[in-house]
């Protein structure tokens, strides 16, 4: 019997086919197999996906719409993982969500994971043991496959202000973000650029810094490796970074950083440092929480629009994505100019 005849004995008593069965019958992944028959991606036309649509076809494998998205939830009870709620963006994003849930008929409870990878399985699994409908991620990490093992499990899900850049996700358009904020500073003669980067296995972060450099670019500047500071989202880290940048023999004029907590900690640096600020360093944040208007120098930021972006994510939970370019929904941020930002007295 050849491959494609073949199935996992227990197809036959579990009743309908799962990407599991053919998975196994086909000898590859669960995600290969997720990827492979999402009708919603550009279908592949090699030789291991010819023999995977074969393989499913004979088996009797049919998509289950739900598994892509909520039509009739359970519970009507929708999980949401984020790192920490300590963390003011992740606060605002879960407050956004609860309220979205509210004006939908349904409830919305969290867990952390301290934004460590391995905790990610164990806060989805706490959370569908409570009976919850489908998840929103707030955690998603560049190479991290526990995404594609939700798919192939056929667990709703959508990941939020961060993206894999393949599963259903509701974003702020990151590098517009970033855009805006080198544009602002370019546009109030900055030529010297320093910036607090952020973690590079998040979406959000790499995707500002993009932003950044496309200004830059457009300027005829380009930005200097030893002007990107990699850091964490942390006020701690966003000091030290900003430390390292105002020690170099040419520091920079102004400071963008991709965080909010992280150009706090710039700013405190700074302070430290007898740099005033914006006299001597301008400063842009990201997220424009809520504190950051009413710091001793209000703070210069991208405001992010946690409502928008949580209405989408609970839309494509529900109804799932109308196309393959439907997949990722991008909400357009706003630079908010304050005090933290004026013109540069040194253009060099």
Do not use: W
Request: proline share 5%; glycine share 8%; aromatic share 4%.
């Amino acid at each position: 019997m050849s491959d494609i005849d073949s199935k996992p004995d227990d197809v036959g008593r579990q009743g309908r086919v799962t990407i599991i069965d053919v998975a196994l019958a086909a000898g590859v992944s669960k995600s290969t197999v997720s990827r492979i028959l999402d009708e919603r991606l550009p279908r592949s036309d090699n030789e291991t996906a010819r023999r995977v649509r074969q393989i499913a076809e004979r088996m009797g494998y049919v998509r289950d719409v739900s598994a892509a998205s909520l039509r009739r939830g359970n519970t009507l009870t929708i999980g949401v993982i984020v790192p920490r709620l300590t963390d003011t963006v992740m606060a605002m994003l879960y407050e956004a969500l609860a309220t979205a849930c509210s004006r939908n008929g349904r409830f919305a409870i969290v867990a952390t994971t301290d934004d460590r990878p391995e905790a990610d399985r164990l806060a989805a699994e706490s959370l569908l043991k409570r009976g919850v409908d489908g998840l929103v991620l707030s955690t998603a990490r560049d190479g991290d496959d526990f995404p594609d093992e939700l798919v192939a499990r056929g667990i709703p899900f959508v990941l939020a202000l961060r993206t894999d850049g393949r599963n259903l996700s509701a974003i702020g358009d990151d590098r517009l973000g970033g855009y805006l904020a080198a544009r602002h500073l370019l546009d109030l003669g900055h030529r010297r650029i320093g910036v607090i980067a952020g973690p590079a296995y998040a979406s959000s972060s790499r995707r500002r810094v993009e932003g950044c450099r496309q200004a830059l670019a457009e300027a005829g500047l380009g930005l200097d490796p030893a002007m990107v500071i990699p850091s964490s989202f942390g006020i701690d880290a966003g000091a030290h970074a900003a430390e390292q940048l105002m020690r170099r023999d040419e520091p920079p004029t102004a400071i963008f950083a991709v965080n909010d907590n992280t150009a706090i900690g710039a700013l405190s640096c700074l302070s430290r440092l007898g740099l005033s600020v914006p006299e001597a360093v301008s400063v842009v944040g990201y997220n424009d929480i809520p504190i950051v208007s009413h710091l001793p120098t209000p703070l210069t930021s991208v405001r992010v629009p946690f409502e928008q972006i949580a209405s989408q994510a609970l839309d494509l939970l529900t109804h799932g994505a109308t196309s393959g370019e439907d997949r990722i929904r991008m909400s357009a941020p706003t630079l908010i100019p304050r005090q933290s930002t004026a013109r540069a007295a040194d253009k060099s």
